[in-house]
């Protein structure tokens, strides 16, 4: 493995968000079981938060083979993450597999985007990680079956979807501010180097472009589960 | 793999017992890492679950290899797993550590004794899912440093992991009455023929006598706490 491209701190900032965001994901996803209607579905989402786990760990072990501290990676991103779960906390079951299944699919994309701009190693990474995703097929087609039932709900869980995402873009646009050295990597300009206030807006702008063009996916999303955009 | 012996309804129990325990302390270390002091630690949780849920999955396999239903052979179980946690709730991050290394503890060493009882295929799913534990040394060496810097807290914990064991005791006893084939198994008396209610005090006794002798591992336990018996 090389260092140097890697070492870079918009990677490691990249490499942080993404540790944490496994992290918490997989806390959440056990925390919603608590309203899952049956033993098998609760074993399923088990199996989801575990699969979060094991790239979290990956994540984390590349930090530290980066020799960065890997919870000091993860730290400034703590509370954006946080907060987008404390915003988004689901009241039912259907709210929380909807969750899942757009917070999955927008991370997914997330990293195809980023994967596309960062180093080699940083690239293979994700790779990986995203090999392993794309196992919540089981969530949208429980959302499709729910619908199918109580054609009702599909207003309610529209909404709530689009509120996911809103809440999502406005915790990304506060992190971006914050973390100029990622907002540089995900503007596709690479390591920054000079003056860190160098492009800041011209950043902001290309990172909000860059996450305008992620909900492209969600809305092939909301079609799979049966929800109108 | 042969299904013959497996299929003994004694050791489905067994299987959905094991399974339902596993996905049980699955959420509750995912639910008691809210209590870590650290972003590390609570990463470190997440590990130690993700390693249950594994072992739910491998124990879920053979009982669906069995051609038995797996979530109907956990059901049983669901109820008594679940007052042995809501009785023994954590009230802080310290009575968390104890309560999972006890109970990781208690959970390998009747691992052990049932693979004794079991056929070769359940002994041999066994000793592979318990040479995956044994990863929880790090929460004994919190324990005892938290007990170095504040040694007043020994007297608390140590009745904390009484309790436990008790209501361990309790609900497993419990179980051993409901489920006589499961008893009959544990008693180490193979699968039952003839009559269920033929022997079942013997069983029950012998039964109390096996779980009894589970609390010797548990004084062993309690000392790498650095806590009493």
Known sequence: MTKGPSADPGVID???LLAYAELGSFFRLADDAGLAPSLRTRGQLAGLAATEQNHYQALRERLVELGVDPEEAMEPFVGP???WHERTE???WLESLVKT???DGIAGDFYRKVAELADADTLALVEDVLAE?????FLAA?????????????????LWARRLVGEAL???????VDRPELASLLAGRGPRGGDPGDSGLDDLAAVSRMFASLTEGHA???????LAD
């Open 220 to 226: 092939e999303r909301l079609n799979a589960m049966g």
């Open 142 to 158: 429980q959302v499709r079956s729910a619908l199918a039932e109580n054609p009702k709900l599909a207003g309610r869980l529209s």
């Open 14 to 16: 990249l490499l942080g």
């Open 170 to 176: 406005s915790q990304a646009q506060a992190v971006a």
């Open 81 to 83: 993450l946080d907060l």
């Open 133 to 137: 995703t794309e196992r919540a097929e």
């Open 101 to 103: 299944y757009v917070g």
């Open 90 to 92: 689901p009241q039912s």
